[in-house]
């Protein structure tokens, strides 16, 4: 997991770093086990020390330190 965790918090310090340069807004999504995915977001989010106020999760329940809005 630690592979991966590095991956993706590389992957989301290029999004983050692409949509300030373009004034945008960037979406990572994760697909899984609902567990694992909640995880991997929750160590990607520690990793690369990203604001919660910058962080919404969209889902049925509060899984992670983040602003949260139910699907659909």
């Known amino acids: 997991m630690k592979e991966d965790v590095t991956a993706l918090a590389a992957l989301v310090g290029d999004l983050r770093a692409e949509a300030r340069r373009t004034n945008e807004r960037r979406l990572l999504v994760l697909h899984g086990s609902r567990e694992a995915c909640y995880a991997s977001a929750r160590a990607v989010l520690a990793a690369t020390e ?8 969209v889902g049925e329940r509060d899984a992670l330190p983040a602003e949260r809005v139910a699907p659909g």
């Open 50 to 57: 990203t604001d919660r106020s910058e962080t919404i999760l």
